[in-house]
């Protein structure tokens, strides 16, 4: 069954990503790009990372997505206006069949979680077996804040200078003034 998940999250974050750069539509680019954030997020917690999944859908999707979602919204309502006619493209589906694809997707994360609590993954089992279980009296955010202010200050500060930058350019698009 983890197999199953596994590749059903690869699969939901390949094609959202393949679908991402080849739209031309910005808002529901970035829609796609929240899918790709949580489906990420899914495949970081078969990696056991699950301070790394957290993090993702703390920073990424609760904050930078959020950021460039209303720099977005400020920005040009002419883009908004491409979101109201959405005739013509292949990702616009009548209702019935957006229905059925979020019912087939519930029925798929409820057999997962039912699964998942019937029978423990052979990943876990492993891990078990090898001592290699991460469990959680074990101090990993200590070991990964010391990671984080001693050998990777340079690209965590880099990273906080791009989020400024992407702040001051949400600001630059809002106050934007048109030419008359």
């Known amino acids: 069954m983890e197999t199953i998940l596994f590749y059903a999250f690869a699969t939901l974050a390949i094609g959202s990503a393949l679908l991402l750069v080849n739209l031309k539509n910005i808002a529901r680019a970035l829609f796609l790009f929240f899918i790709v954030l949580f489906a990420m997020a899914g495949l970081y917690l ?3 990372a699950d301070f790394v999944a957290i993090t993702q859908i703390m920073v990424y999707v609760g904050g ?3 950021l460039m979602l ?3 919204m400020l920005s040009n309502k002419e883009l908004l206006k491409d979101l109201q006619d ?5 990702l616009s589906m009548p209702r019935w069949q957006a229905v059925v694809l979020a019912i087939g997707f519930l029925i798929l994360m409820i057999f997962g979680i039912a699964e998942w609590h019937q ?9 078990k077996e090898n001592n290699t279980e991460i469990i959680p009296t074990d101090n990993n955010i ?3 804040g ?3 202010m001693t050998f990777y200050v340079l690209p965590f500060e880099v990273i906080s200078v791009f989020l400024m930058m992407a702040l001051i350019g949400a600001s630059h698009l809002s106050r934007k003034e048109r030419n008359k």
Do not use: N
């Open 46 to 48: 078969f990696a056991l």
């Open 64 to 66: 930078v997505l959020i």
């Open 70 to 72: 209303f720099a977005f």
């Open 86 to 90: 959405s005739s013509g493209s292949f």
């Open 119 to 127: 029978s423990i993954p052979t990943w876990i089992q492993q891990a």
């Open 142 to 144: 200590q070991q990964i």
């Open 146 to 148: 010391l990671r984080f």
